[in-house]
């Protein structure tokens, strides 16, 4: 049961990513993108990470997608002008050996089981808060800085 | 569902996302296919935490999908002013650091 | 002891003041004041500390400076014996007349050139008081080049006209290629003698641990550092020039004390010198040479001043002479009258100079009637210079020649007698072409002031005097000295040299007469006779050109070859190098094509390598 569950989320995980490389259309593109972030945010589930395929949900999903979204339209919108690639086969290449090299390394590794027990909130959360924290309080200035990063980069010019 | 199944296949979206970020011409388009990048190691990591029972994993996961947010704000805030500055959105046309 | 500080830090320190307060050295006459008084106060300290050495014997004085761990520390010392304190007396002495004198010879000058010519002096002053009272060698050569500088300054005062200041750079470097000499002399006696104090020193060559090469190398070494302050020939040749000088520095520097500092060294190091006969023989064929070969050039000179510095060089080669021959005393006595009536002689003629403005004796004549005290004090120093009884260059020249004489040199005896034949003529040349003969040269000349008369008159004394006794009393001096342990013996030269040397005198002073003032032979028509002769004379012996083509061949040739080689082989790499970085860049550039794409291919292909290579092991 779990199997299958797993190959229908990486079916939609792979046509996802797929979509999103291929699309001509950049909504298309996005959205596919969301598809395969709403796979993995499943998969999540299915590895017993409840907590963190929540966050995957709410922030990934539905932060970026909805920034991108934005972004595509303030700026000239879904339209393509011109080719949807430059030099698609050096880059196929490329990446055709990145998977191959990292691949056989995947498969090098023993075929188990998970243990699992990554579901426990509480316990996340307690880490977060004592292993954790300083980076957890490093996030909170790095999320500042993007903040206002953000807003000032890009602010309409002022009036003089 | 093993791990080394988990982890092919999230090299594969890693792969995918590295052709797109290699090929495609359009800036949000390249940012996207970062985001496949991003995604599919968190999802290599999550995969080896449940392998090795390691609550570790999903906090570090955690972190990394946070600072790829605010990542992705910063990029798209540059995007937006590259255009308005330069009236394009090709990548290509970004060159001024050029030799 | 504490009257020698005084008498170095008096000059010091008007320096300081005059140097250190613009408004003090602009203001001129006041500037000068403080310098007069600071030179008073050194020679009265002096004299003071003079009179405590001969009560209570030498008296050293050190200081440590940086002692450091593993190298022995450096001394500073103050050697006040009867040797230092009659030079320190001596020195402050005439540059207190001399500078007394500049108040009315310099009063032409602007109220800032005042100033900054008396700082000047008080720079002089310091730096010769200093190095007199070193007791040690490296203390010493300090000084010298202070002193050095001191001469560059004074002789380059009116730097604005070429003639002085090429003079003055002349000085400069003639002396410090003997100061090198100095230097290597300090070293090697170091080296091998582990020490700088003198008076280690001469224990040391007496006990017969610092000897042999080593020493003659070292004594020979200090030895050029004196021939080049001493004007020694060859570097005898800066003296004439430096006459651009004001007449007062001339009379201070090139006559009583900066070359006598010279000679001042030799018989410092007398107890060294003993020990290095080659060095020793050195010392006294040079002395001769340059005693006989000023003399001649002396002769055919028109510049009263030339003429003197000729004399000079003569002179100063009388004393090395001395040195050389193992007659240290005598050298010093004849140092100390040289020092009194050269500086007299440079006053009158000085006095002559601020009258008529010219240096040239042909422009003068019969001008005893109108500078009668200029005249008479000109006599009395051109009388001790021709060594003529009872004033005392008539005895410290025949001690000179005693002295030479007695350790068995008959020829150097000769030569130097044949130079006093020269001396006496030209000198009462020069005085007959000035004060007597026919001409009556300047109807506007007049007698100089006062404040120049005094200290010539002073000098004209003590010249007179300090033949009376003066032998005894600085035989008396150097017996309480470090370089004169078994003291000076003040004995009589044997009858036959005070005769022959008076019989030089006299006939030169007989020839001058018949010539110039009564007219029995022509010296023109002997000059056009003698042309060949005289223009060698004229023309220095040629030394001024030797030097100047051993520059031209030694110097210029070398640096042509090696400008070369740094114009085109040293440049020429740089610039090789440069030019193929350039290419090289242009080359790569590109690579670089500003999209960010392209670099990344180049990211992931490596990424997979790096992947391969870290699956391989």
Sequence with gaps: ?160 | MTLPRLLVLSFAMFAVGTFGVLARRHVIAVLLSIELMFNAANLAIVSAAWAHGLLHGVVVVFFAIAVTVAEVAVGLALFVLAHRLRGTNQLDDLNTLRG | ?617
């Excluded at chain 3, 203390?139 to 003639?163: D, H, K």
């Excluded at chain 3, 005249?375 to 260059?393: D, K, Y």
């Design chain 3, 1 to 617: 002891m504490i009257w020698a500080i005084v008498a170095l830090a008096a000059p010091a320190l008007a320096l300081v003041a005059i140097g250190l307060i613009p408004p003090l050295r602009r203001s001129g006459r006041p500037a000068a004041w403080v310098s007069v008084a600071a030179i008073s106060a050194a020679l009265a300290a002096a004299a003071v500390a003079a009179a405590e050495v001969v009560r209570s014997g030498p008296a050293v004085r050190e200081v440590l400076w940086a002692p450091l761990h593993s190298f022995p520390p450096v001394r500073f010392g103050i050697l006040l014996d009867g040797l230092s304190a009659t030079m320190a007396v001596l020195v402050a002495g005439v540059a207190l007349a001399v500078q007394v004198y500049s108040l009315g010879y310099m009063s032409g000058e602007s109220r800032p050139s005042l100033g900054r010519y008396f700082a000047y002096h008080s720079l002089f002053a310091f730096a010769m008081l200093g190095l007199v009272l070193s007791h040690n060698t490296l203390q010493t050569y300090v000084f010298w080049e202070l002193v050095g500088l001191g001469s560059y300054l004074l002789i380059g005062f009116w730097f604005e006209r070429p003639a002085a200041a090429r003079a003055a750079l002349k000085a400069f470097w003639t002396t410090r290629l003997g100061d090198v000499g100095f230097a290597v002399g300090v070293v090697v006696l170091w080296a091998a003698g582990g020490t700088f104090v003198f008076s280690e020193l001469f224990e040391r060559a007496a006990d017969g641990s610092l000897a042999g090469p080593m020493l003659a190398v070292g004594v020979a070494g200090l030895y050029l550092g004196a021939a080049g302050k001493s004007a020694q020939f060859p570097f005898h040749v800066w003296l004439p020039d430096a006459m651009e000088g004001p007449t007062p520095v001339s009379a201070l520097i090139h006559a009583a004390t900066m070359v006598a500092a010279g000679v001042y060294l030799m018989v410092r190091i007398a107890p060294l010198l003993a020990h290095t006969p080659t060095v020793s023989a050195w010392v006294l064929g040079i002395g001769c040479l340059t005693a006989f070969l000023s003399a001649t050039m002396a002769l055919v000179e028109r510049d009263v001043k030339r003429v003197l510095a000729y004399s000079t060089v003569s002179q100063l080669g009388y004393m090395m002479a001395a040195v050389g021959a193992g007659a240290a005393g005598a050298a010093f006595f004849h140092l100390s009258t040289h020092a009194l009536f050269k500086a007299l002689l440079f006053l009158a003629a000085g006095s002559l100079i601020h009258a008529l403005h010219t240096n040239d004796l042909f422009e003068m004549g019969g001008l005893y009637k109108r500078m009668p005290w200029t005249a008479a004090t000109f006599l009395i120093g051109a009388l001790a210079l021709a060594g003529v009884f009872p004033l005392s260059g008539f005895f410290s020249k025949d001690e000179v020649l005693a002295g030479v004489l007695d350790h068995g040199h008959r020829f150097a005896f000769a030569v130097l007698l044949a130079t006093a034949f020269l001396t006496a003529f030209y000198i009462f040349r020069a005085f007959w072409l000035a004060f007597l003969g026919g001409r009556d040269a300047d109807r506007h000349a007049h007698e100089s002031p006062p404040v120049m008369l005094a200290p010539m008159a002073v000098l004209a004394a003590g010249t007179a005097l300090a033949g009376l006794g003066g032998w005894r009393a600085i035989a008396h001096m150097l017996g309480v000295s470090v370089s004169f342990p078994e003291g000076v013996h003040a004995g009589h030269p044997p009858a036959i040299v005070p005769v022959l040397g008076s019989a030089a005198a006299l006939a030169g002073i007989a020839l001058a007469w018949s010539g110039y003032g009564r007219g029995l032979w022509s010296p023109a028509a002997l000059r056009a006779q003698l042309a060949p002769a005289v223009r060698v004379l004229e023309r220095r012996w040629f030394i001024d050109d030797l030097f100047l083509a051993l520059y031209r061949a030694l110097y210029l040739v070398p640096t042509r070859i090696v400008g070369w080689f740094d114009r085109y082989l040293v440049d020429g790499v740089v610039n090789w190098v440069t030019d193929r970085t350039r290419a090289a860049s242009q080359a790569l550039r590109v690579t670089q094509s500003g999209r960010v794409q392209d670099a990344l291919y180049f990211l992931v292909a490596g990424a997979i390598v790096l992947l391969a290579l870290a699956a391989r092991s």
């Design chain 1, 1 to 160: 049961m779990k199997d299958l569950a797993f190959y229908g989320f990486a079916a939609a995980l792979l046509a996802g990513a797929v979509g999103t490389v291929v699309s001509r259309s950049l909504y298309r593109a996005a959205f596919s993108l969301a598809a395969t972030l709403l796979a993995t945010a499943g998969l999540y589930f299915l590895l017993t990470a409840a907590v963190l395929g929540a966050v995957q949900i709410l922030l990934y999903t539905g932060g970026v997608l909805t920034l991108t979204v934005y972004a595509v339209a303030l700026t000239d919108g879904e339209r393509l002008a011109g080719p949807r690639w430059r030099r698609p086969l050096p880059a196929a290449v490329l990446a055709g050996g990145l998977a191959v090299a990292l691949g056989s390394a995947a498969l090098s590794v023993e075929p188990s089981v998970g243990l699992g027990g990554l579901e426990d909130g509480r316990a996340l959360g307690v880490e977060v808060f004592t292993t954790y924290l300083v980076p957890f309080e490093l996030l909170s200035v790095l999320l500042l800085g993007a903040i206002f990063g953000a807003l000032v980069v890009a602010r309409k010019e002022r009036e003089p």
